[in-house]
Structure formats: structure tokens, C-alpha cells
């Protein structure tokens, strides 16, 4: 079992199992608890009866609780897809961020909280070398059913602190945009875009409701300041300007 290299407390969950397949992880997968304390979440993220686990916990103060091995497949993705593959449970390490979330005011980050996420990611990044467009929302990875870690999290800090991929957003403003209800080659030319990025996105010609989540999916981590499901020219800037800047494109 491998133990991160900061200080931090073991509470092991119960609901866990082998990676399958031989599948080794590569993603690294942040979410938002989404309940009300620290301690009622590590509770629910250890007991039989919830069916959910994960591999660490970090609370406002930034303690951090490990209750998976980083070896060992915690059930923390749910219903998920990226770049084709649907079991990512067996390809990630997932961290838990203690916060309220969206249907509970969702409070920000406090500082403390944000400064432990980050040197939790790279010590785990540095110890599995994950590509940075491999650290990952959940909202990412199951558009419109979930919402986490959102809107508020400070990706530009962790990009800043070498973790993760990400560019200054295009500034909001102006431009054609693209809708729910629009069809045509722009709106393909729009998915295939996200779909090459990693994003669940069929490429249909149609601006419909799958679309929209994703859309609404990637603005919550790459262009916050407006989150509508709207592809605007900010949106779509920032999307090929993501795209760009990938080590090696994944566009012909």
C-alpha cells in the first residue's frame, strides 16, 4: 500500500477492490463531498452501507484522512466517461474536498484547505507522473450529474504550483455563440473539439442536452467567470487554446 508522503490520518474504508483489467491509475480525479461536516463525510466514505469511497479527504483546516491505498480501487467516480473509458474507478486516484456544495450555499475554499489539496496532488503527481490534463474534475467526468469540485476552485492555483492543465480563459464578451436547439457543422465542429479534449461529446451536429451539460462541464473548470452551457467565443477560444497546448494534439 502506498502512503502519501505528508502527514495525515488512516481511516480505511470498507468499500474497495483490485484496479481490473491490470489497469493502473493515471488520473487524478478531485471532487467536493457535498455533505454537511468533515467528519459525517469521512464516516459515509468508510462505511459499508454507503457504497462510496474514496482515497483521501481533505477538511477545511487542511486535514487530510487516507482511506484507500493509491494501488487499490476506491469507488468514488460513479457513472463516468473520459476520452472512451467508462471504468474510472480503475484509472484514478480520487480526492475528496470537504465542502457543502451547490444545494448548501457552496462556500469557498478556505486557504488552508486549498494550500493542503495542492501539495497533496503533487505529491501524489510526483510520485505516478499523471500527465497534467489527466487532473481531472468530477464534473468532467460525469457532466450534469455532477457539479464538483465547481466553479469556485482555484484550478489557475494548483496550474500555477505545476498541477494540471490550463489556460487564461478568453475574456467573456461578444462573439457568435452556439445554443441549445442549434444545428449544423459548427456545432459538430464545436464537438469534436470537446470530444477531442477527453469529454463525453458525440459528434451529432446537434446542440442538444448532452451538449449543453458538457459544455456547462468544461466551463465550471476551464472558463468559470460564466457557467450557462453556452458556447460563446470565450468558451470555444479557451477550448482550442486548451487543446494547443497539449503536449501533443489530439486533432489531425
Not at 464538483?148 to 475574456?171: C, N, S, T, Y
Not at 442549434?182 to 473539439?193: M, N
Not at 466551463?219 to 479557451?238: K, L, W
Request: hydrophobic share 35%.
Amino acid at each position: 500500500m502506498t502512503r502519501t508522503r505528508l502527514e495525515h490520518c488512516w481511516v480505511p474504508a470498507v468499500n474497495v477492490n483490485e484496479r481490473r483489467d491490470g489497469k493502473q491509475a493515471d488520473i487524478l480525479l478531485l471532487h467536493y463531498t457535498g455533505m454537511k461536516s468533515a467528519e459525517v463525510s469521512r464516516q459515509w466514505l468508510t462505511c459499508a452501507e454507503s457504497a462510496v469511497s474514496c482515497h483521501y479527504l481533505v477538511d477545511e483546516a487542511g486535514e487530510i484522512t487516507q482511506m484507500v491505498g493509491e494501488d487499490m480501487r476506491a469507488w468514488h467516480a460513479g457513472e463516468a466517461c473520459w476520452r472512451g473509458e467508462s471504468d474510472i474507478n480503475s484509472r484514478s486516484i480520487g480526492i475528496e474536498i470537504q465542502n457543502l456544495g451547490h444545494n448548501n450555499g457552496y462556500p469557498d475554499f478556505p486557504p488552508e484547505q486549498m494550500a493542503a489539496v495542492t501539495e497533496l496532488c503533487r505529491d501524489i503527481i510526483e510520485r505516478h507522473d499523471f500527465a497534467p490534463e489527466r487532473v481531472l474534475a468530477h464534473s468532467d467526468v460525469a457532466p450534469g450529474r455532477k457539479w464538483d469540485p465547481g466553479e469556485k476552485f482555484d484550478w489557475r492555483r494548483l496550474h500555477d504550483a505545476g498541477i494540471g492543465h490550463w489556460v487564461e480563459p478568453a475574456p467573456l464578451g461578444g462573439g457568435v455563440f452556439l445554443q441549445l436547439g442549434d444545428q449544423g457543422d459548427p456545432v459538430s465542429a464545436l464537438q469534436v473539439l470537446l470530444s477531442a479534449y477527453g469529454y463525453n461529446a458525440p459528434v451529432t451536429g446537434d446542440y442538444d442536452e448532452q451538449t449543453r451539460i458538457v459544455v456547462e462541464a468544461f466551463q465550471r473548470h476551464f472558463r468559470p467567470g460564466q457557467v450557462d452551457g453556452v458556447a460563446d467565443q470565450s468558451t470555444i477560444e479557451t477550448l482550442k487554446h486548451l487543446i494547443d497546448t497539449l503536449p501533443s494534439s489530439p486533432i489531425a
